[in-house]
């Protein structure tokens, strides 16, 4: 490297007086600059005309202008002394390298040409300098470094042409410089983002100066109080992104004068009131997210004005309202709705007619009401977009509708805690992308069909695997709601095929065998069979399930001996055949023996570790003692209302968690993971993942 550069050093110096494109001094700058970062390989700066260097460009006179070397492995440190030197620089974009050091109060001393800087994905850090370096300035891209503290209040005070400011994914506190338009001090700014710090405090007022302003986010901070009330004056606003914050306070009538806004994203903080009845003014809108806030009354009539809408999310909230007084048929575009934990009456039809609907979530409202059912719903060319349908929590009444037998595109179905009676239709198992049934807790009859057992989804067919699309791997769903998994295993399930493949029959009152044909569902992940009135044997065949990560046939009548098979199910991590007639020994593999007792208790006649009693020897008060705590867990750690969710791939994390929201009828308890592998937080309540995000790193 020092024996390069002295080469190219002394090359050039023989030569500079003939080349005219590239100054001497620029020439050293670079390579002293260059000489700074460690293992730079993609830059390759041999030729004699540095003008012509990879990422390097210059003016007519042979100065340095652009200095462009974004994802190029770079690393090292980065100071006034190594750049300072470019005073004519105008495009600086070092982003996505591993540059560290910090942007020292004189950074920006000589470089007051800079137009565009971005210094992104880096691993910078410090406080920010005084001021930004000149009035040309446009474009300043900080965000995903470790930049801390305060932005000063004197930062902004030269940069009268700045568009763009992005400092999102830092640790910089204090407030948000609201005032940054203030005085035309940054007037053509378009181009606000403040998320993922630690900001605190009200947003102060300004922003209503900033006529230009398209895109405000400052979400993921620690921001209270009320929206300032000249943030609706803003009329360019086309996003306000301002999620998982503590803001309170109306959303105010005065937001039907952003006539641009397309996304509205204020979920998780405890926003009030109603929803204005203008509403359908914003004509442009296509993403509402105001999941978890105390908004309340009834959906504004006019919100079926709103024709551009693509997805709306308002679930946990205190809204109610009759919804089959809204036509939903003219949200024509509409993928994904989500109406949970709400307090919303009226026969789901009306939502049938939206024919792009794609996700809908209904589940903890509609309470008590019966399934919605009819010939006009067969008939009709119901939800044929519909990829996932929730409905759980909401004590529906009624049998399995047909009509969920028309939904082709049907691949997660949620129909648990509910108070559905007749048995599980047999045609469930042709529809064919299904491939999670959760129907847990109903009062669902009759026996397992083995048509079930020909899920297209769940049969391992190559050809059929490589047909699928890959359209549910960025199919993102924002939260979910799925059964608690006792270890410490945590699954990521925030796009539709990070859903792992399941049938939960738990808690119902289905009798009969478990059919053998139950062998040919290979991909399934999850079989919940516990608390029924399963009778017969263990089949064989269930060790044919080679993907399944959990088994639960407790409380049930079946008898006879654990297959031995069983013991080739090595990804078995969650397990349960307790209060059974098993008998026998139990199976030997390294897997089942390593799983407590009570997956086993219950069984008077089975016998062999990791159970207390040997084989042949029958141990009725240890029976009856782990009975009782057995109950005692239950009470402790399952609630009557247990919606959790498993999160992906954790290996050390650090979790806070605290009550959050009390109102009558939920509980809300949040999380949150900062997982350190990851580079990740991930907040979530009562089981719903909400957010994951880059933040705190190291
Ligand atoms: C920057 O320029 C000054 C003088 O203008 C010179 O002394 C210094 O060596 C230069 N630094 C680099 C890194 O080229
Ligand atoms: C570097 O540039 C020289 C001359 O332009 C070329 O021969 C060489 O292959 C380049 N090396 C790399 C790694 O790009
Ligand atoms: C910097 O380069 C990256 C990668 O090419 C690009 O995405 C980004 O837009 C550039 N930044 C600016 C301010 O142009
Ligand atoms: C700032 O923008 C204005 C209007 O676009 C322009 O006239 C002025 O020259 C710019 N100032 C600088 C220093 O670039
Ligand atoms: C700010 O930068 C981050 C990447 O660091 C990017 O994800 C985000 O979209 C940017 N914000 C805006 C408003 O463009
Ligand atoms: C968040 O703001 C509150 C006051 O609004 C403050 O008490 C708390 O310490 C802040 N939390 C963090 C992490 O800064
Ligand atoms: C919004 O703009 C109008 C007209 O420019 C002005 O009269 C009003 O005071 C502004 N509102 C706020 C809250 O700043
Ligand atoms: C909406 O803006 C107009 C001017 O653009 C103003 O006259 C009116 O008062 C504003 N309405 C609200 C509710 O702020
Ligand atoms: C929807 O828009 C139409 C046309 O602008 C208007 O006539 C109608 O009153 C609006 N409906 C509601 C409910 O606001
Ligand atoms: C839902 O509405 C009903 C009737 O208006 C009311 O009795 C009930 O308390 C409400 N539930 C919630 C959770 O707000
Ligand atoms: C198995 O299912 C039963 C009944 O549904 C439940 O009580 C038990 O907790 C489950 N076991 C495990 C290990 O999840
Ligand atoms: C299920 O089993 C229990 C206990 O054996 C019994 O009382 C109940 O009648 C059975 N239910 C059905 C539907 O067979």
């Known amino acids: 490297m020092a024996h390069d550069f002295l080469l190219f050093l002394l090359f050039s110096y023989i030569i500079s007086t003939n080349i005219h494109a590239c100054k001497q001094t620029e020439r050293s700058s670079l390579l002293s600059f260059a000489s700074t970062l460690s293992a730079p390989p993609l830059i390759n700066w041999t030729s004699l005309d540095c003008c012509h260097w990879k990422g390097i460009a210059c003016d007519q006179d042979g100065w340095v202008t652009h200095l462009l070397l974004p994802s190029k492995g770079l690393k090292g440190g980065i100071s006034r002394s190594s750049l300072g030197n470019f005073t004519h620089l105008t495009h600086l974009n070092l982003s996505h390298n591993s540059l560290y050091g910090s942007l020292e109060t004189q950074f920006f001393l000589s470089l007051n040409r800079l137009e565009f800087l971005d210094l992104s994905y880096n691993l910078l850090s410090g406080e920010l300098p005084l001021s930004l370096p000149s009035s040309n300035i446009r474009i300043v891209y900080l965000s995903s470094n470790y930049f801390h503290g305060a932005i000063p209040s004197s930062f902004f005070q030269q940069a009268s042409n700045l568009t763009s400011f992005n400092v999102s994914n830092n640790i910089f506190r204090g407030s948000v410089p609201s005032s940054i338009c203030l005085k035309h001090s940054s007037p053509f700014l378009r181009l606000l983002d403040f998320s993922s710090n630690v900001f605190n405090g009200n947003l102060a007022p300004g922003l209503g100066e900033c006529s230009e302003l398209q895109v405000f986010r400052a979400g993921h901070n620690n921001l209270s109080g009320l929206l300032p009330e000249d943030i609706y004056n803003a009329t360019k606003l086309e996003e306000i992104s301002l999620p998982l914050n503590s803001l309170r306070g109306a959303i105010s009538d005065k937001i039907v004068n952003l006539t641009n806004l397309a996304i509205l994203d204020l979920y ?140 082709k595109n049907l691949e997660i179905l949620q129909l648990g805690f509910n108070q559905i009676t007749g048995p599980i239709p047999s045609w469930l198992g042709t529809l064919p992308r299904l491939f999670y049934i959760s129907l847990q807790n109903n009062q669902i009859s009759g026996e397992f069909p083995k048509q079930l057992c020909r899920l297209p989804r769940l049969i391992y067919e190559p050809n059929i695997a490589s047909q699928m ?223 994951m995000k880059r933040r705190f790193r190291g």
């Open 268 to 407: 998780f903080n405890q926003f009030s009131g109603e929803l204005t009845f203008n509403l359908g003014k914003l004509s442009k809108l296509k993403f509402v997210t105001l999941d978890f806030n105390n908004l309340e009354g009834a959906l504004p009539p006019s919100l079926m004005n709103c024709t551009n809408l693509i997805e709306l999310h308002l679930g946990s909230n205190n809204l109610e309202g009759d919804i089959s007084m809204l036509d939903f048929s003219r949200l024509s575009q509409l993928t994904k709705l989500d109406l949970r934990l709400n307090n919303f009456t009226g026969a789901m039809k009306i939502l049938m007619s939206s024919k792009s609907l794609q996700a809908l979530m209904l589940s903890g409202s509609f309470e008590g009401e019966a399934m919605p059912v009819g010939d006009d719903m067969v008939h009709f060319d119901v939800f044929q977009n519909l990829r996932l349908l929730s409905m759980a929590y909401c004590q529906l009444t009624g049998q399995i509708p047909i009509w969920l037998s028309k939904l």
């Open 469 to 691: 699309d890959d359209t549910s791997y960025k199919f993102e769903l924002p939260f979910f709601l799925g059964p608690i998994i006792s270890n410490p295993s945590y699954y990521l399930w925030s796009t539709l095929s990070s859903y792992p493949a399941t049938i939960d029959l738990s808690k119902n009152n289905i009798v009969g065998d478990i059919p053998n044909e139950i062998g040919q569902l290979q991909l399934l992940r999850q079989l919940r069979l516990g608390s029924n009135n399963f009778s017969g044997i263990i089949p064989n065949q269930i060790s044919n399930l080679i993907n399944l990560e959990a088994l639960n046939l407790s409380m049930n009548h079946l008898f006879g001996k654990m297959p031995s098979s069983l013991a080739t199910l090595t990804f078995l991590k969650d397990f349960d055949v307790s209060y059974n007639n098993l008998q026998g020994l139990i199976p030997t593999s390294t897997q089942l023996q390593s799983f407590d007792a009570s997956t086993f208790e219950g069984n008077p006649k089975l016998c062999g570790a990791p159970l207390p009693n040997k084989c042949g020897r029958p141990n009725k008060v240890a029976d009856e003692d782990n009975n009782n705590n057995k109950d005692e867990d239950n009470g402790h750690q399952l609630p009557w209302f247990n919606i959790f969710v498993v999160l992906g791939f954790i290996v050390g994390f650090w979790a806070v968690c605290g009550s959050l929201v009390i109102n009558s009828t939920w509980r809300y308890t949040y999380f949150r993971f900062i997982d350190n592998t990851q580079d990740s937080l991930y907040v979530m309540i009562t089981g719903h993942i909400i957010a």
